[in-house]
């Protein structure tokens, strides 16, 4: 196998891992559920993974990966006020409801619901992945919070957590309803809870007047 044909071997591995697991699960998965979806043999498959456990481990990390770079080139990360990037950061994942639920759904918490007792190393790619996801985004709290709100007790990192706390519900939920609606509820809810904790101070009197 050729180096190019390895990588992109590899690569149709971990995309295949990535749709099949989101609908199936992590355990009713098997390497030829993931043979079949990529398209590669089964030699193919354990000249890249030891098996399948390996594969989750790989498969939660370009998936973080994934997910740095669609959030990176979202059009609300050029916003110039961090509170806004913050509300932004929540119309963007509201607005990737859409479409069949694995397409949507979180491929890290999936696995770790089912593994997090049974396959640690799994679970520990997705922690890591979910940490890095939250560290990034602390970044723009952090901002808003000291704009915003300096004075209060919370972390930004708590606040990043809940979030994604509010964000996994809504994929459960979407999942046991068959339906986003309620998902997208949450997060509208989640987007008013976050106006609350950034309030935008009123305009002065001056910057209320206008000439004429």
Request: net charge neutral.
């Amino acid at each position: 196998m050729s180096p190019r044909n390895a990588v992109e071997t590899k690569a149709r591995l971990l995309a295949a891992a990535r749709d099949v697991i989101r609908a199936k699960g992590y355990s009713a998965t098997t390497v030829d559920d993931i043979c079949a979806g990529a398209g590669v043999t089964k030699g193919g498959f354990f000249h890249h993974f030891a098996g399948k456990e390996q594969l989750g481990i790989a498969a939660a990390e370009h998936f973080d990966d994934m997910a740095a770079a669609i959030f990176a080139a979202a059009a609300y990360r050029g916003l110039p006020d961090p509170r806004d990037r913050v509300l932004g950061y929540v119309d963007f994942r509201a607005a990737m409801f859409a479409g069949e639920i694995p397409q949507y759904t979180c491929l890290l918490g999936t696995m770790v619901q089912e593994v997090y007792d049974t396959h640690p190393a799994i679970a520990a790619a997705c922690d890591r992945a979910m940490s890095n996801h939250v560290r990034e985004l602390a970044r723009d709290i952090a901002a808003a919070k000291e704009k915003y709100a300096a004075d209060a007790a919370w972390s930004p990192d708590s606040l990043g957590y809940h979030m994604q706390a509010v964000l996994q519900g809504a994929f459960i939920l979407a999942k046991a309803k068959h339906d986003p609606t309620v998902a997208k509820e949450s997060l509208a809810h989640l987007r008013r809870y976050i106006e609350s904790l950034f309030p935008v101070p009123p305009l002065s009197r001056e910057q209320n007047t206008h000439p004429g």
